[in-house]
């Protein structure tokens, strides 16, 4: 009998594929196949690791079948080969990437109806495809590929302020009651958050001109040591989209360091981690406003990427775990091209604090009685 769960995975799976491919409908050969930027993969590159991950995880782990292209293993494995080398590698062409994806999922689907779905593992397939298609968007954004009402540029609703929250004890991190949640985002741990204030809404392009334009480039003392070298040393003086964008749209695509600037400048600092959590999961009186935002641009945390205490990888180490304690930055929230399958209040992204190609803006956070 084919239960429920297989039947949305099904679905699930099979809606996963479309937004995959509908992404990329409007380009040919010439755009799928070149390096669009020099930090970011060649789009036949994510479709391509795409099928060969499921293929680990669906067809070969959970089925016990051989890989289907074992001798693309190396290539389409994230860590084999790195995004450096990526583009000037053979890869498979359009054609080759969209063949490989249909063929590993006419797989994926046999096993499933032979031996059912693996809670875990469907899930972790299903999510790293949609985490993918952000990617993609990310190096379709730098190469001007986008279509053109993507992404929106929206006003924010709500109005400008600070919630404020008392300090105590809080749950930080995934239970074992709502479904699959990543390894990093477990176990769900009590930590004493202090009462802290954070900004309702994210930080507007209009704003960040007004940061701009106030010297928030050429003031020395709003930046840290780091990120004052990375910015001089790249020549960073502006970001291009706030200039572009609708002025209460969030800020989007400023790397860790300029948030932290910004910040500065600001009489206010971000939030960490669990700040974030706790504010995005408050429940609030009934008709009081909570965050306002959520969702449309990554927000940068003030917090590095690290376990939680006892954390155990699982399934496999290169997730997540061999990211902690090396500088990478969290990021909470989700972006207009995040799925929302994806974006849980628990889910934590992480790049490394120099990155600008993320849709990531900030919201701030003070000490109360501050800014
Ligand atoms: C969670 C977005 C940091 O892109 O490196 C994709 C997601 N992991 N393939 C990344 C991921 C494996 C990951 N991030
Ligand atoms: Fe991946």
């Known amino acids: 009998m084919v239960g429920s769960v297989t039947l949305d995975t099904v679905a699930a799976l099979r809606e996963a594929r479309a937004r995959t491919l509908g992404l990329v409908a409007h380009l040919g050969a010439a755009d799928l196949e070149r390096q669009v930027d020099p930090v970011m993969s060649p789009l036949v590159w994510d479709l391509a690791h795409i099928a060969a991950y499921e293929d680990l995880w669906l067809c070969h782990r959970h089925g016990g079948e051989r890989l289907l292209h074992p001798e693309l293993a190396a290539t389409y494995d994230a860590f084999e080969t790195p995004r450096a080398v990526r583009g000037r590698i053979e890869l498979l062409d359009a054609e080759g990437a969209r ?40 190096a379709m954004a730098l190469g001007g590929l986008l279509p053109a009402d993507d992404p929106p540029d929206a006003p924010l609703e709500g ?69 004052w070298s990375w910015k001089q040393c790249y020549d960073i003086t502006d970001c291009p989209g706030a200039r572009d964008g609708h002025p209460d749209a969030p800020a989007c695509c400023v790397s860790y360091f300029e948030a932290e600037a910004f910040a500065r400048a600001s009489g206010a600092r971000l939030p960490t981690e669990a700040e974030w959590e706790k504010a995005a999961t408050w429940e609030h009186e009934p008709g009081a406003p909570g965050l306002v935002g959520v969702g449309r641009v990554w927000e940068w945390t003030a917090s590095e990427f690290a376990g939680y205490p006892w954390f155990v990888a699982h399934p496999y180490r290169e997730y997540s775990e061999v990211f902690f304690g090396q500088g990478y930055r969290v990021l909470r929230g989700g972006s207009w091209a995040t799925a929302t399958r994806v974006a849980t209040p628990t889910f934590r992204n992480w790049d490394r604090p120099q990155r600008r190609q993320l849709f990531a803006g900030l919201r701030l956070a003070s000490d109360p009685g501050e800014a």
């Open 99 to 138: 063949a490989y994806l249909s063929a590993v999922r006419e797989r994926t689907l046999d096993v499933i109806e032979r031996q059912g779905v693996d809670p875990v593992l469907h899930e972790l397939v299903l999510r790293h495809e949609l985490q993918h298609t952000e990617t993609m968007r990310q």
């Open 159 to 227: 109005e400008d302020g600070w919630l404020e929250l008392p300090g105590g004890p809080f749950a930080l991190g995934a239970g074992d009651e709502g479904g699959f949640s990543y390894d990093n985002e477990r176990p769900r741990h009590v930590v004493e958050v202090a009462a802290f204030r954070i900004a309702r809404r994210p930080v507007t392009n209009a704003t960040w001109l007004t940061f701009a334009e106030g010297g928030g480039y050429v003031r020395r003392e709003w930046w840290s040591d780091e990120g």
